[in-house]
């Protein structure tokens, strides 16, 4: 104990409103002046003894701090203890926590944001509008809620009441993580609460394909406004979105290569696909030097048309780009072209996706499915027998 610190005594009391006290002990607790009265002098000897104990081990620093403040300070160590975090880490946390609630914005101002900021670092049309197709029903959702108090409950409980497959509610979910990142980034949130969120379980099947016979007879029953998107999606591969982007400038007769330019592309990479020679003939007699490949009107209709006047009931999810996939894999034996030629980044998942789906055999026919030779293939009247 220092020189400064005075002991703490038991002074006598006296008091005609509480004549039953007779000892007080003063001291200081809080860096106020306190005065605990006792009945027994042996009570407030006690007190006092405890604090000129507690004054000698921690100084009166420690001695004028309150106690229920010490009880409370204690109790949140013990509970921080299992994690390795100190109380100082968790005035940190809640205070970053405070100030970003403070800041926060609504689920439908986010998505307004994020959708400005892609929108100027030059995303593609269809990435925007997933962002604001999928996201608005998130906005929808938890308009009114600031997005710094949204949990991970919330959004798993959300993602769980969608409608949709599980590949589908995938997608939902890395749309949230991007968006819940946005916000980290503006400073409307501290955490991903979608980062967090349990991912649906999705089942791998073998993608669907076109058979050679119905890819020789959607040749023949179409018209040639639709002609053109279909043979390229047959033989080339392209995405849909990279269908629908494509002009009749970027197909290089001459080079004997297609472009599809980063603009245009799903990954926003520029890659070049080889016109092959079947794709050839049946893009020759409809040549153009510019123009969008994919009619700008009634497409759906023609293309309709076409599916069902060659028999073809049921399509396949994404059948042209899988039946190119399939049958190229097949064909050429190379998962490494036909990885480049689909635009994927790595040939493992282009051999395990596509290999085997396909003879070789059957192959060689779709990539001899020509505008004179795809009638003695399989003739329209045949449509609606094996397929």
């Known amino acids: 104990m220092s020189m400064r610190q005075r002991k703490i005594r038991v002074r006598r009391y006296k008091s005609k409103k509480r004549p039953h006290l007779k000892f007080v002990v003063n001291h200081r607790e809080g860096g106020k002046r306190k005065r605990a009265f006792f009945d027994t002098e042996e009570a407030a000897k006690s007190f006092a003894a405890f604090k000129n104990a507690e004054l000698a081990k921690n100084g009166s620093e420690h001695s004028e701090f309150p106690t229920a403040l010490r009880v409370m300070a204690q109790n949140a160590v013990d509970q921080l203890k299992p994690f390795g975090k100190s109380i100082a880490d968790a005035v940190q946390h809640y205070v970053a926590y405070l100030k970003a609630s403070a800041k926060s914005c609504t689920a439908t101002q986010l998505v307004r944001e994020l959708l400005n900021a892609k929108e100027k670092d030059g995303v593609s049309?269809?990435?925007?509008?997933?962002?604001?197709?999928?996201?608005?029903?998130?906005?929808?959702?938890?308009?009114?809620?600031?997005?710094?108090?949204?949990?991970?409950?919330?959004?798993?409980?959300?993602?769980?009441?969608?409608?949709?497959?599980?590949?589908?509610?995938?997608?939902?979910?890395?749309?949230?993580?991007?968006?819940?990142?946005?916000?980290?980034r503006s400073g409307y949130a501290t955490e991903n609460p979608a980062a967090g969120a349990a991912k649906a379980k999705v089942r791998s099947k073998a993608p669907g394909i076109l058979s050679v016979n119905e890819s020789a007879r959607l040749l023949e029953a179409a018209t040639p406004d639709v002609l053109p998107y279909i043979a390229i999606g047959l033989f080339a591969g392209l995405r849909r979105a990279e269908l629908e982007r494509l002009d009749w400038s970027n197909i290089g007769f001459e080079s004997g290569l297609i472009e599809v330019t980063a603009q245009n592309s799903k990954t926003a990479t520029r890659r070049f696909v080889t016109i092959q020679p079947n794709l050839r003939e049946w893009l020759m007699p409809l040549r153009k030097h510019k123009g969008s490949v994919t009619p700008e009107s009634n497409f759906r209709q023609s293309f309709e048309q076409a599916r069902e006047t060659a028999g073809i009931a049921e399509w396949p999810d994404n059948a042209l780009r899988h039946s190119f996939a399939s049958y190229h894999l097949a064909h050429f034996n190379n998962a490494a072209v036909t990885a480049l030629q689909l635009g994927h980044h790595d040939s493992r998942i282009t051999f395990a996706h596509y290999r085997e789906l396909v003879r070789p055999k059957e192959a060689a026919r779709y990539w001899s499915i020509k505008p004179e030779a795809s009638a003695k293939i399989v003739p329209l009247a045949a449509r609606g027998q094996a397929q």
Do not use: C, Q
């Open 125 to 184: 049309e269809r990435h925007l509008r997933d962002i604001r197709i999928r996201l608005g029903l998130f906005a929808e959702k938890f308009d009114g809620k600031m997005v710094a108090t949204i949990t991970r409950k919330e959004i798993d409980d959300w993602l769980r009441s969608l409608p949709f497959s599980p590949l589908t509610r995938n997608h939902y979910r890395a749309l949230l993580v991007l968006a819940f990142n946005f916000a980290m």
